[in-house]
């Protein structure tokens, strides 16, 4: 149970640190903008200007969004959540003995003292995605508007994306005769806002989002609800509707 605690966590710290070359590029691209706008002739002024007059309304105005946007979807953002979601995948019907030995090692664990509490901090990350970008000071990348959107985008593609695939494959839970284990909702739930807050504010208020994310997968399995490999497809498909949205 240890190790698969230990490959749980280093699965998702690579999927959210992944973005570090892409990052890099991105400030390249920003400075190339920087340096092509101070060397542009500043005397050209638009049609609309020299027709309507700087004061027209039809003059041109000054954009708002920035000229390069520091986060751009790239296909191998998809690898670390693709490579999670096929190891859960693949645990639907393969190492049946490790799956039972996970689970007694939690059983031994648990007792009959059942922790219920994932079933609400499941939903942490999606506030503090929405709600860290009020906080004074804190560096964001839209308002708040622009985070309503795309973690509207991200969570129904989530939500979408899970139950399709719950009432197709029918796993069975480990604590009942339900046929809708995989993949583990709550998980996809809680990695979806984590990697939200991970795009919009950064890796170190990203870090806090994953904390509760893992915790929450963990506890899943705690409290017999899902089996190992719902757990790491669900982290697996919500880190990858947090990205698509963007």
């Known amino acids: 149970m240890r190790q698969l605690f230990l490959l749980f ?34 005397s050209v002024v638009p049609i609309s200007d020299a027709v309507a007059g700087p004061d027209s309304p039809f003059a041109s105005q000054p954009s ?32 049946i003995g490790f799956k039972e030995g996970i689970r007694a090692d939690f059983a031994k664990l ?17 506030i503090g995605y929405l709600g860290v970008g009020f906080i ?8 708040f508007v622009d985070r309503l959107l795309c973690g509207a985008t991200a969570y129904i ?14 796993e ?3 604590d009942s005769n339900t046929r809708n284990s995989f993949p583990s909702g709550h998980t996809a739930n809680a990695f979806c806002g ?6 919009e504010y950064g890796n170190w208020v990203g870090l806090a989002g994953y904390a509760v ?10 409290n017999e609800r899902h089996w190992w490999n719902d757990v790491i497809a669900g982290a697996g498909i919500g880190i990858l509707c947090a990205r698509t949205a963007y």
């Open 9 to 42: 966590i280093t699965l998702s710290l690579v999927s959210s640190g992944m973005q570090s070359a892409e990052q890099a590029d991105s400030i390249a691209e920003v400075v190339e903008v920087l340096v092509a706008d101070s060397v542009a002739d500043s």
């Open 136 to 143: 004074p000071g804190t560096k964001k990348r839209g308002d």
């Open 194 to 199: 984590a990697e939200l807050m991970r795009i």
């Open 64 to 95: 708002i969004k920035p000229a390069v946007d520091y986060y751009r979807f790239r296909w191998p953002q998809t690898i670390a959540p693709g490579v999670m979601i096929a190891a859960g995948s693949v645990g639907v019907n393969c190492f």
């Open 213 to 222: 994310a893992v915790t929450t997968g963990v506890m899943r399995m705690y």
């Open 110 to 126: 648990r007792g009959d003292r059942y922790l219920h509490f994932d079933d609400y901090i499941q939903y942490v990350p999606a």
């Open 157 to 170: 593609l989530m939500a979408a994306t899970t139950n399709a695939i719950k009432y197709s494959v029918r």
């Open 172 to 174: 069975k839970r480990p």
